[in-house]
């Protein structure tokens, strides 16, 4: 058993996720290889080599890695997939778009967004948006398998830093070309990586009222997030969107405000420990996964909330 | 230029899906179905880009059983010119999917294939990229923007952090995230003169791939409720509770 795992990362750290991928590996049972592929991102492969469970990280530098393009990143995995029993990715944005390349063409069927490890070729992931949870279990001879980072706790530090070797390139497939890329700019934590987030519904009303939940979030050190409705809606970008199309997140504290509890939302959140919802509907399927719930209008509520936490 | 669209027919999203008794899988007999939203944002993808001008034929395909035919209409209400149907009662993984547009995609020679980013069943979102995959064609998924000029075409994509800007090369396969364009709303008129498009029907053994599955579903069960939670009275209250009683802040 050999486990290669892809990681994501901005070429100085890894992206969170990473080392809870690394936990679902180590439960698959097998050495497992680290794959760092970047344009100068040696700092996030020693960043891989120290943590627990990881017996080697690979790193492959070349400028057409810049941008994780989809086509070239399949390419590279592919060049060593031979050696591994199970190929392993976060399944976030980087992972979702590579990794079925590079299952088609080994002539595997993948398993997405996995939240348990049976054994060695078992999985359990959600389907329907998080109603039910199947247990799979491939026949292929290599698993290629994305991970759902809230499901496994993190890795650990290692004891003793891995060993880092080099990793030859692929030629760049010529398919595609990166131009750029515009990030959301904040000085708030992210949203899968934060220990409180504070999101916003369509009863929000507009984007001019997110301001409410951002000073509600920089009170707690939260990040902010949002139901698909409000990104509908056009109050928010996209990457603020948590659910089953945008991103699954379990903080410590979520903070549900104006925002009704759409099966899609839900299956995006209800892994949270703790879980408070402000919303005036006294009938919003909100409350059934709440610990706290508070029938109150929100432009009340927010406001006061913040206060509160300023006494 | 000829696109190909790809629609599913699922569960509607909005129905609260039930595990059977035997945990074999949800329940789905008299239950409503739908196209996959992502697939119907596929759909209006090609039609807007028809209306522009870009493109010239658009065929819409979908595999599984005979009521996918609805599904197909639905999307030649909206817009498509004709549709193809894969018709097969067994269960069809992504990868047969991919292999199954393959085989389409050789004998159509579409210079775009437009599909939605993951299917609001099964969620497995892999099928685009695998048909990119083994076509050997560029990938442009979770897009958010295209625009097509000449041989090549640049997109937006929808990533973790923000946005993507990409060039790619034609042919190639991109796949909708939800901000590219809100579908249309079929008229009933146009409901009529789809009944008129062509449909053609054909079996997975024509196409000469193996579809069969290759992840076996053991069981499927209902995931663990959450306890009963607390109403409280005002803010006051539920920071005190934050507090004192769940300790997170």
Redesign the interface.
Known sequence: MAILVIAEHDNKQL?PGVTNTIAAAVKMGGDITVLVAGKQCADAAQAAAKIAGVAKVLLCEAPHYE?A???NI?ALVLSIAGQYTHIVAPA???G??????????L???????ISAVESAD?FVR???????????????KIKVVTVRATGFDAAGAAAVAAPVENLAPVAD????????????KSDRP?L?AAR?IVSGGRGMGSGENFKLLEALADK?GAAVGAS?AA??SGFV???Y?VG??G?IVAP??YIAVGISG???HLAGM?DS????AINKDPEAPI??????????DLFK?VP??TR??SA | MKVLVTAKRV?D??V??R?KSDGSG?ETANIKMTMNP?CEIAVEQAVRMKEAGVVSEIVVVSIGAQQCQETLRTAMAMGADRGILVETADEV???AV?KALKAIVDKEQPKLVIMG??A???????????????LG??????I?NIAVNGDGA?VTR????????????LP?VVTT???LNEPRYVTLPNIMKAKKKPLEIIKPDALGVDMS???????????AK??A????A???E??S??KNE?R??
């Open positions: 992206r941008g393009l989809a086509e399949a976030s944005g980087f979702k778009n590579f990794m079925p390349r590079v299952a088609a063409l002539d595997v069927q993948q398993i997405s967004d078992t959600p389907i329907y948006a998080g109603n039910a949870l199947a247990t799979v279990q491939s026949k292929d497939s010529g398919l595609s070309k990166f131009i750029g890329q515009e990030l959301s992210e899968t409180i707690l698909r990104v509908d970008p996209n990457d969107q089953q199309t991103k410590d504290l759409a099966i899609q209800k420990k703790v879980i408070i409350f059934a996964v709440a610990n706290y719930w508070l029938v109150e509520a006061e909330f509160e936490l | 569960i999203p909005y609260k899906v595990v949800v992502f993984q992504p990868l991919a980013k993951q609001i069943d099964d969620d497995c979102n892999q099928s685009g990229q695998m048909l990119a995959a083994l064609w560029p990938q442009a998924a979770f958010s640049e929808e990533i973790d952090g923000g946005l993507e800007k990409l060039s790619i090369r190639a995230d939800l901000r599955p290759r992840l076996t579903t053991l069981k499927v069960q209902e995931p959450r306890g939670g607390v109403k409280v005002d803010v006051k539920l920071v509770k934050l769940a997170v802040i």
